[in-house]
């Protein structure tokens, strides 16, 4: 990682967390429900997403303390959804980022509606961001709807479970992933853009950096499934192979995975020379995903 990505990251994470504490801290709500959804926030991470829209921000030389209640809203959603997926009935996990899950630590039915209220919240928080005009606010609910639903998010979620115990094409395994990893990566720069003020064509060319660097964050979670460790991911290591599940290496071999991933990478990079001024911080960030370690 380079010194002025450690630098961004360094005094932008903090930022971000304040916000997510802040705004759940405020609801009214039971104890035990704000306690259980700022659990699984505050279990750490690297907080990819909601630093992607600062990276785009960044890019366009744009300001605005929007990008964190952003951001934080992204991480609500990114949040519930590993709390379900943790869940026994889905992917029946005892840790995440090296934490005990929610689950056992506030039982099931805590969790699922914990998930529940972090998924809602996240919608409402946008709906009332009163410094940001109305279209701009309409157009994120609009598209964070798609990117967290049946048409992103979930749907990938369930072509997941479909796809599971038999054997996938490319084609379909990277059609799950493109809606399951990736349409939340995807969101974060878009939402970036559109309060940077981007232009259609920006937009455009963000939108296919952003298409490539999900599914490199895919590809080297499937690697990393296979050659990383427990303690070293904060999760179990090796579930995937253990629940005979489609990844890139298993169709693809270790070695074909990490060619698949180079291949992304490089096609992330080239959209990314088609803007009018160079982005360094966002090509870092593509070098950041494909070498992370965890």
């Known amino acids: 990682m380079t010194l002025q990505l450690q630098s961004f990251m360094k005094s932008n994470i903090p930022l971000v967390e304040k916000h997510m504490d802040d705004l759940v801290k405020i609801i009214t709500a039971p104890e035990i429900l704000k306690e259980s959804m700022l659990y699984s926030l505050n279990a750490g991470g690297k907080r990819v997403r909601p630093l992607f829209v600062l990276a785009v921000m960044d890019h366009f030389n744009v300001k605005d303390d929007a990008a964190y209640t952003v951001g934080a809203v992204i991480e609500m959603i990114h949040t519930y959804s590993l709390i379900h997926d943790d869940l026994p009935s889905m992917d029946n996990d005892d840790y995440r980022r090296g934490k005990l899950t929610n689950h056992k630590v506030f039982g099931e039915a805590f969790a ?16 009332r961001m009163q410094h940001v005009d ?29 796809g599971e115990e038999k054997q996938l094409t490319l084609e379909e395994l990277e059609k799950v992933h493109i809606n ?8 974060s720069i878009e939402a970036g853009a559109i ?6 064509d920006e937009r455009s060319i963000l939108a296919e950096y952003a298409h490539h660097i999900g599914l490199c964050f895919q590809i080297q979670d499937d690697i990393l499934d296979v050659v990383g460790t427990t303690e070293q991911l904060g999760k179990t290591a090796g579930k995937d192979v253990a629940s005979d599940k489609s990844t890139y290496p298993a169709l693809l071999t270790i070695d074909g995975a990490n060619k698949k991933l180079q291949q992304h990478f490089r096609l992330a990079i080239e959209a990314l020379d088609k803007l009018p001024s160079d982005s360094i911080l966002l090509k870092e960030f593509a070098e950041y995903i494909v070498h992370r370690n965890k």
């Open 112 to 127: 699922t509606l914990a998930g529940d209220a972090l998924n809602t919240l996240a919608f409402g928080i946008l709906a």
């Open 134 to 162: 109305a279209e701009k606010r309409l157009e994120l609910i609009n598209l964070l709807s798609i990117a967290a639903g049946a048409e992103g998010m979930v749907g990938g979620q369930i072509l997941d479970i479909q």
């Open 180 to 187: 399951k990893t990736g349409a939340i990566l995807r969101f």
């Open 195 to 200: 309060l940077a003020n981007a232009t259609a």
